[in-house]
């Protein structure tokens, strides 16, 4: 079955067909690195990290770049707050970006999201965009004004066609500002010319920084090609960042430019806008302390279709951890069962059949999910159902253990290969040495002090545990324990 997308371009799902056969080309714009990443950055991230692993899984063989903008204004005002009398702006500059960057990739291997093939900065593409700005001057699509070079939006008779507006639509809302020399309101900016003490670049006449929308045309051509598969990105950078980019590298190659055009919606917290005066800006550092799992953020945004909007609340968080545990309790479970007895193939040639059919109905649902415009909701739903079917044979009198192991096995390990596709922790934990001799000290003093019936003592070391990431279950069998 074809994987089916929804292109913003045409604003329908059409069915995706790869510039080269087996092959994608992918390019995400990726963040501004001049803050710590909220849980919506992660969101962005994640979408298309399982995006990938989706083509991967289906055999495709992905090419996947992700920018990093490294010079920009938010940049270059962080860098003058912090600034003392003598410092070098420049340098304070690169040293903003440096850090965020370096934070950025933390939050993202904490995560446990995977890095794209390709990660350009765009300060190390300045030859490129500038290549392409003369171009356009030469070919009437530019020009100079004031130090600033402008695309001239006019002279683009396809502008608009992302974003689905009239040029008539645009113009109610456009204005120049001051300091600006456009001719024509609409118009809008590839390079711009620096302040004495700010970084900039020389070509000739050319002297100064990029705007914002060139230097993705620059690195998804320099690394994909003039025309690619798939551009991605939030929705809120439809207009005018990727309308801009469509623009400026059509007019630039006089061809197309990307075929598909995935937007990921946006998040909200409770209701509202994410936004530090408002006191709910949430950071990935933030989340990852309070909640320690980052399958619970992923499972969250999981549960909603990629292109949706999502409301991060405490009780779609609550679902979501809720949805992370009855995985782990099943995982126990059948891990427990598969210790007991040994592991033996099912001789049974309608049990064969049965375990079989049952294989294939998960995978067939999953994969049925994920090739209609990458529905995790209803893929996570499949693994749901091949949860509670594992349950029902771990609770099944009909089946001798041997036989119920038989079954089990292959269902955990397809669960757990869902799940990597999926971006989910399903694979067994490294628990270190220390960690294992630790919790194992503290349920020792635990059950010592149940002996003592002081049980306001055993409630304490259980909390302690859970703080720690610890979730211990009392059994008919003794005390068990696993990670979060």
């Not at 020399?181 to 609409?186: G, T, V």
């Not at 992370?324 to 309790?329: S, T």
């Not at 003093?445 to 304490?460: F, G, I, Q, S, V």
Request: hydrophobic fraction near 35%.
């Amino acid at each position: 079955m074809p994987i089916h997308i929804y292109n913003s371009l045409s604003r329908k799902k059409e069915e995706f067909a790869p510039i080269k056969k087996n092959n994608v080309k992918m390019y995400v714009c990726g963040p501004t690195v001049y803050d710590e990443s909220h849980i919506g950055h992660a969101r962005g991230a994640f979408v298309f990290d399982v995006i990938k692993n989706y083509f991967e899984y289906r055999g495709f063989k992905v090419k996947y770049v992700r920018n990093i903008t490294d010079i920009d204004d938010k940049i270059i005002d962080k860098a003058r707050k912090t600034a003392k009398p003598g410092d070098d702006l420049k340098g304070l500059v690169k040293e903003v970006a440096d850090k965020y960057l370096e934070k950025y990739k933390e939050d993202m291997k904490a995560l446990g999201i995977g890095m794209p093939d390709i990660e350009p900065k765009a300060t190390e593409h300045i030859k490129e965009m500038l290549a392409m700005i003369k171009k356009l001057i030469k070919k009437g699509y530019a020009y100079e004004a004031g130090g600033d070079v402008y695309f001239r939006v006019r002279n683009f008779e396809d502008y608009g066609k992302l974003s689905h507006q009239s040029i008539q639509m645009m113009e109610s809302g456009a204005r120049v500002q001051p300091d600006e020399h456009k001719e024509d309101p609409l118009d809008f900016a590839l390079w711009k010319r620096s302040k004495e003490d700010e970084p900039s670049w020389k070509s000739g006449s050319i002297e100064g920084r990029p705007g914002w929308h060139i230097e993705c045309s620059a690195m998804s051509t320099k690394h994909l090609g003039g025309v690619f598969d798939i551009h991605g990105g939030g929705i809120d950078l439809i207009f005018p960042h990727h309308e801009n980019e469509v623009a400026q590298s059509e007019a630039c190659s006089e061809k197309g430019f990307a075929n598909y055009w995935m937007h990921n919606g946006l998040l909200s917290v409770n209701g509202q806008k994410m936004a530090k005066s408002l006191g709910n800006y949430v950071t990935i550092s933030d989340f990852l302390a309070k909640y320690k799992d980052p399958d619970i953020l992923k499972i969250f945004f999981l549960s909603t279709h990629y292109g949706s909007p999502v409301d991060f609340t405490e009780e779609n968080i609550t679902a979501a951890k809720a949805a992370k545990e009855r995985f782990n309790i099943f995982f126990d479970k059948a891990e427990e069962m598969a210790s007991k007895a040994i592991s033996i193939p099912l001789r049974n040639e309608k049990m064969q059949k049965e375990l079989s059919a049952m294989l294939d109905g998960v995978k067939e649902e999953f994969q049925k999910a994920m090739d209609d415009d990458f529905n995790t909701a209803l893929a996570m739903a499949a693994l749901f159902d091949a949860v509670k079917k594992g349950n029902s044979i771990i609770d099944s009198k009909k089946f001798y253990m041997e036989e119920k192991i038989a079954y089990l096995k292959p269902l955990v390990g397809l669960l757990r290969e869902l799940g990597d596709v999926l971006g989910l922790g399903f694979s067994q934990q490294d628990i270190s040495p220390e960690l294992e001799e630790a919790v194992k000290q503290k349920l020792k003093e635990r059950d010592e002090a149940r002996k003592n019936k002081d049980y306001e003592l055993a409630d304490k070391i259980r909390k302690e545990l859970h703080d720690q990431g610890v979730v211990i279950e009392d059994t008919g069998t003794g005390t068990k324990w696993r990670l979060k």
